[in-house]
């Protein structure tokens, strides 16, 4: 299990266009991925579970990763993250 804390700097924080970005890339692994954001927990490759969270710009969001290819997610969402902070409002 892989525990990761990742900064959201986009001007507009986690809504629909990054949202689908994370989801999407998450989608494309087998392991458990389970985000974290004021005490509540939802499952990374689920948009609407995303979305609801409502994760602002420049907060802090725990993700957890567990199974078989955990070191490879972890380091495909830490790059989709990076291109999210850097996308263009």
Known sequence: MIDGKFKITYINGLQAR???KLVS???SFQSEMIMEFNERKIN???IMGVMSLG?????IVKITFSGPDEDDAYKAISRVITEINEMKA
């Open 18 to 20: 990054p949202a689908t």
């Open 25 to 27: 890339k998450a989608n």
């Open 44 to 46: 990374l490759k689920s």
């Open 55 to 59: 994760v602002p710009a420049n907060k």
